[in-house]
């Protein structure tokens, strides 16, 4: 007599089929589960892994992109020491750090000198020394040159000189100097004298200093009425600041 074959689940009691499916159901669902949660773990993690952006915009000694005024203001005092050309009661008072080997300040000291012209007696341009050294090796001594011219002529000598300098920037040294002196009319004996022993040498690196402290990077940096003004901003730029401060 031959017997039927029967599977496993068939010879089981019913509801030890039905455990026996629940188990087996829930195995399949945690095991899909594990790979999902896998799955996105390995995604979160190749994300977390990428290099973070870096940011390499360092500031520059020379800058050569001009800037708007920044937000904010820093009081900027007009000192007894400083060289001012222009009304000493300007409403409008542009305090600018320089080096007069800066190409960059070359080009923006005729839009200062611009603004002088068109403004008159509304502005005033107060200069004040800022050289780059690493940059500009003969920045320093110029400066220092600029301040024996002062010493015997005032600001109006002063500003002749450093005027010079610009106009003549790829030949600064001694005999451009001593050629500048003469001309605005300093005694040469005291003038030589007076550049050898590096009489101004705190005067310069006084104004160096406080132009960092006051946030000045790079060269040419002005204030105007208080904010700073990086680079050699053009005319029409300029002119959209001050109008805007004789506005208020």
Same mark, same amino acid.
């Given at each position: 007599?031959?017997?039927?074959?029967?599977?496993?689940?068939?010879?089981?009691?019913?509801?030890?089929?039905?455990?026996?499916?629940?188990?087996?159901?829930?195995?399949?669902?945690?095991?899909?589960?594990?790979?999902?949660?896998?799955?996105?773990?390995?995604?979160?993690?190749?994300?977390?892994?990428?290099?973070?952006?870096?940011?390499?915009?360092?500031?520059?000694?020379?800058?050569?992109?001009?800037?708007?005024?920044?937000?904010?203001?820093?009081?900027?005092?007009?000192?007894?020491?400083?060289?001012?050309?222009?009304?000493?009661?300007?409403?409008?008072?542009?305090?600018?750090?320089?080096?007069?080997?800066?190409?960059?300040?070359?080009?923006?000291?005729?839009?200062?000198?611009?603004?002088?012209?068109?403004?008159?007696?509304?502005? *005033?341009?107060?200069?004040?020394?800022?050289?780059?050294?690493?940059?500009?090796?003969? *920045?320093?001594?110029?400066?220092?040159?600029?301040?024996?011219?002062?010493?015997?002529?005032?600001?109006?000598?002063?500003?002749?000189?450093?005027?010079?300098?610009?106009?003549?920037?790829?030949?600064?040294?001694?005999?451009?100097?001593?050629?500048?002196?003469?001309?605005?009319?300093?005694?040469?004996?005291?003038?030589?004298?007076?550049?050898?022993?590096?009489?101004?040498?705190?005067?310069?690196?006084?104004?160096?200093?406080?132009?960092?402290?006051?946030?000045?990077?790079?060269?040419?940096?002005?204030?105007?009425?208080?904010?700073?003004?990086?680079? *050699?901003?053009?005319?029409?730029?300029?002119?959209?600041?001050?109008?805007?401060?004789?506005?208020?």
């Amino acid at each position: 007599m031959s017997q039927e074959k029967t599977s496993f689940f068939s010879s089981l009691n019913p509801q030890t089929s039905f455990f026996l499916g629940l188990a087996a159901s829930l195995l399949i669902v945690c095991t899909i589960g594990f790979f999902v949660l896998l799955a996105f773990a390995i995604k979160d993690d190749s994300q977390n892994n990428k290099p973070a952006a870096v940011n390499n915009n360092q500031p520059t000694a020379v800058v050569n992109s001009p800037s708007p005024a920044v937000a904010g203001k820093v009081n900027v005092q007009v000192l007894d020491t400083d060289h001012l050309r222009g009304n000493k009661n300007a409403p409008v008072k542009i305090v600018e750090y320089s080096d007069v080997q800066c190409p960059f300040c070359s080009r923006f000291h005729p839009v200062l000198q611009q603004v002088l012209a068109e403004y008159g007696s509304d502005v *005033a341009w107060i200069y004040r020394h800022f050289p780059l050294d690493q940059l500009h090796p003969n *920045a320093r001594p110029g400066a220092e040159a600029s301040e024996c011219v002062y010493e015997q002529t005032g600001d109006e000598g002063f500003f002749a000189f450093i005027d010079g300098l610009f106009a003549d920037q790829t030949n600064l040294g001694m005999p451009l100097y001593q050629k500048l002196a003469s001309e605005i009319g300093v005694d040469l004996e005291q003038f030589n004298d007076c550049v050898a022993t590096r009489k101004y040498q705190q005067k310069v690196e006084n104004d160096l200093q406080q132009g960092g402290v006051l946030g000045v990077t790079g060269t040419p940096g002005s204030f105007i009425n208080g904010s700073l003004v990086k680079g *050699a901003v053009p005319y029409a730029s300029l002119k959209q600041i001050i109008d805007s401060e004789l506005s208020q």
